[in-house]
């Protein structure tokens, strides 16, 4: 059910097609046909807007306010550890062959672990992700990202997978168990932008306090006309922007009532 109902949040190609058919609905009755043009005006509207970079990525912009990527050891408290919360993996299969790669937002936050693993002291890496409904023919969800660590020079024996997270509060309660069982308590958290706010709470829920290094977005490349020219990466990066203010939100409704 949580999947279905994240899978048609607005932005989302799903939400698209219900909205369409319940403006043709509107549009079949006489009483109801000027409310119907309206309806899917405003939708037309909604699409273009969610679909330019420039604004998908000012609707994300509060969720990142205040957090910076990681530039110095000063700063990281002397963290022992990074954590990395894997975004995605793509999943192919044709008869006995399998093949896994990781999604944009892995690869980027991959990219953002590699450099702050080179600023810092050779640190453990934590990479977290784990299946709703784990297949045996496949490997952890998070292990698409921890092969995209180990083409990036990073001893395997630096890498903790945890493949029992399969949500922001599952990472923070099952991470902060791994990470004192370890003594580590200053560790660097590396996650995309809009999501850090959201796991920074959950960490915080079990008493712990990580460095946030967001790595970069997405729609961060855009440059020039590109920046104002519709895109689907645009549009699938305010889908995942629309999943975190819901999830705020149902964080802050389970906190206060």
Known sequence: MLQLVKASLPGSVAFLVIAFAIGLMLLRKPRT???GRRWLTSLLLLYAVFSIPVTAMWLAAPLAWGFDSLESRENARGAQAIVVLDGGTGRFRDRDRLIEIP?????LRALET????QLLDHPLIFVSG???HPDPSWGPEASALRDQLLKGGIPAE???LDSNSINTHAHGVNLVRMLRERGIEEF???TSANHMRRAIWAFQAEGSSP?????KGPLDYNRGWTAYW???NALEFTTTTVHEYVGIMYYFVLQYF
Not at 103 to 107: D, E, I, Y
Not at 114 to 117: A, E, G, H, T
Not at 211 to 215: E, G, I, K, Y
Request: with cysteine; net charge positive; charged share 15%.
């Open 114 to 117: 590699i450099r702050i693993y």
């Open 188 to 190: 660097v958290l590396v």
């Open 230 to 232: 519709p895109s689907t």
């Open 158 to 160: 630096r890498i903790v």
């Open 33 to 35: 046909n000027r409310f």
């Open 103 to 107: 999604l944009n937002a892995s690869v």
């Open 211 to 215: 460095v946030a290094s967001p790595c």
């Open 130 to 132: 784990g299946d709703s």
